[in-house]
Antibody
Framework: QVQLVQSGAEVKKPGASVKVSCKASGYTFTYHTMNWVRQAPGQGLEWMGWINAGNGNTRYSQNFQGRVTITVDTSATTTYMELSSLRAEDTTVYYC?????????????WGQGTLVSVSS | QSALTQPASVSGSPGQSITISCTGSSSDVGSYNPVSWYQQHPGKAPKLIIYEGKNRPSGLSSRFSGSRSGNTASLTISGLQAEDEAEYYCCAYAGRSIVIFGGGTKVTVL
């Protein structure tokens, strides 16, 4: 079955960068786009961007103004989300989510989430 | 891109039906971009419950159904059960493969 396993919780200082990984298994990795979504405590879902695991094409939310970079290692069936210039409001849970590749967004499998805490 | 608009909360008694609206614009929900819906229980990852506007993943209860009219998509939960108490989010493309979510709706089973 499809599984997405994310890296563990991180604690970072303001201004630093964080890189979260998402290891996929149970399906043909390069056939699907992987999205990254974050959720602040008690808040809603916020889409960050996606990567086409087959060709490496990416699309990012303007809300992150160039601070986010999503990459892929097809040999390791792993995608990475790096967020730079961290600030306190980046303290959230980050999820990876596989897209089914239909005309509309359809995130059928999600990672368990990675808590990133930003504090001086 | 602006978030899709959902009511903050909806409640109903066991066995009743409730409907959650998701209002966007002609650039997203109204542009025939299919909407998906997610259910999230506290401390858990979201779960896909409706995709392509009205399709349910395999094994999901038929009590969940989706529809669209103009710039508004809707999720209906019929035969409300205690385990349906959760947060629900709609999701759509807002052009050029940019994804937007609704603000979320908390469903309370009275």
């Amino acid at each position: 079955q499809v599984q997405l396993v994310q890296s563990g919780a991180e604690v970072k200082k303001p201004g630093a960068s964080v890189k979260v990984s998402c290891k996929a298994s149970g399906y043909t990795f390069t056939y699907h786009t992987m999205n990254w979504v974050r959720q602040a405590p008690g808040q809603g879902l916020e889409w960050m961007g996606w990567i086409n695991a087959g060709n490496g094409n990416t699309r990012y939310s303007q809300n992150f103004q160039g601070r986010v970079t999503i990459t892929v290692d097809t040999s390791a069936t792993t995608t990475y989300m790096e967020l730079s210039s961290l600030r306190a409001e980046d303290t959230t849970v980050y999820y990876c989510a596989r897209d089914l590749g239909l005309p509309g967004p359809a995130f059928d499998s999600w990672g368990q989430g990675t808590l990133v805490s930003v504090s001086s | 891109q602006s978030a899709l608009t959902q009511p903050a909360s909806v409640s109903g008694s066991p066995g009743q039906s409730i409907t959650i609206s998701c209002t966007g614009s002609s650039s997203d929900v109204g542009s025939y971009n299919p909407v998906s819906w997610y259910q999230q229980h506290p401390g858990k990852a979201p779960k896909l419950i409706i995709y392509e506007g009205k399709n349910r993943p395999s094994g999901l209860s038929s009590r969940f159904s989706g529809s669209r009219s103009g710039n508004t998509a809707s999720l209906t939960i019929s035969g409300l059960q205690a385990e349906d108490e959760a947060e629900y989010y709609c999701c759509a493309y807002a052009g050029r493969s940019i994804v937007i979510f609704g603000g979320g709706t908390k469903v309370t089973v009275l």
